[in-house]
Every structure is written in structure tokens, then in C-alpha cells.
């Protein structure tokens, strides 16, 4: 193993924080009025870190097809952020076991005037646009299933998402249940309505991701998560924002990786 594998925690602790890459995008993450970070990603990240003697962790808002690349130049230490473990991206980076779970959403006009309920339905209407996050899991799912490039609109941020479909610029808004949710909550818009499960969109789970060359990190971080699972701190972190621990403990990195594309 490189020696600068076992040397990365040695200099966090030094520096009395950890890194993280996050998307502000709630329940995952979440960066509040004063410039505090939370969400279930950040949280739990932050317990587990305490527990290996890293104070604090420090946020970045990151796009998710700029996080990788972040992580790997080294401006992160680690993605906390929702981004779902896929056969390729676990050969990009050194995942730890699951954190956060969720499946797929589309948020639509009340009644959902179009009938979409999967990728596919949105491919099959010539005229019909798509908002989802760049480099993100929904923009990939909407491609696979056909829908042609310029009916993909990147969207940067939820807010922006929600307005576009309100001002009809977008017909679909897809994120996973629990930022839909949120984002639904917080508009508190009448004429909006949520389309969960998304029907064919498999159920994804994310970890906390860490350059390849950092396993031992990853390999630590894992040994003190698997501990706070097993004592019931997990739940107690990443249940209050909606989130199953039940689901993270019911399947393993090796099982999401190995994971058809």
C-alpha cells in the first residue's frame, strides 16, 4: 500500500479537518444561512471523522460530474453527496460501504398532464423536456432511455429546477424522492405534484467516496461506520432527514459496484 495512503488521516488530524465535496442539495446535503453545513452526508461524515480524530469538515459546493474529478486533483478529500455508487465510478474512486439510499422522482405540474411516469415516457413525446443535475445519475437514466440530448437541461441548483418547471420551461424536474420531496416542501406550490418511484429506475445507494491511492483512509472510515451502524448512531443521524438506515445495512459496496450499468 502507498505510503501516502496511511499518511492522508495522519494529516487531517493535523489540520483538524476533512475536505468534503457537496451538491447543497437537501437531505443529502445542505449548506445553511450562515455558511454551516449539514444534511445526512456531511453528518455522518462528521461523526465518523470525529471518531478517527478529525475535528471538523470543511464543505465545497460541487457540481456531480465535477466531484470525481475534484477529489482525484485533490481538492477534496472525500464526496459525501449523494453520488450513487455505479460500476464505473467505483473504479474511479475508493468507495466505503453504503450511507444513503433513494430512488428516483419526477417532479411534474398537479395531474400530471403528460402521464410520464419513466425516462422512457419522457423519450416517447417528441416535445417534452427534462431538467436533472449535470453529471448526475437522473441526466444519465434520461439519456439511456432516448431522451435526444436537447431535451436534457442541465439544471444547477433545486430552486432553479422548481422554477423552470413553475415558469413551463421544463415539463419534468427528476431528482432522487427525498430532494424532490424536500424541495416540494419547502416550495409549498399547490400546482406541483410528485411521481415516486420512478417506474423502471433502479433504487440507488451513495458512500463516502475517496481517492484510490487513499484506501487506508476509506478502510477507516468503514471500520468506524460499520461501529456506529451496529450501535444505533447511525439511525439516529440519517433518519430524521427521511433516510433508511435499514436500507444502507441491507446491501454492501461489492453488490452496488458489481451492479449491472
Known sequence: MPAKAEDTLERLKEQ???????ANEPPFTAVNPDGTVSGAGPDVARAVFA???????????????AMIPGLQAGRHDAVTAGLFMKPERCNAVAYSEPILCDAEAFLVKKGNPKGFKSYADIAKDAKATIGAPGGGTEERLALEAGVPR???????DGQSGLKMLQD????VYSLPVLSINDLVKKANDPNLEVVAPVVGAPVYCDGAAFRKDDTALRDAFDKELAAMKQSGEFAKIIEPYGFSAEAAMSTTREKLCSAAK
Open 150 to 156: 436537447d431535451r436534457v437541461i442541465v439544471v444547477p
Open 51 to 65: 471518531k478517527l480524530g478529525v475535528k471538523d469538515v470543511v464543505a465545497s459546493i460541487s457540481e456531480y460530474g
Open 168 to 171: 413551463g420551461r421544463i415539463d
Open 16 to 22: 483538524g479537518f476533512a475536505r468534503i465535496a457537496i
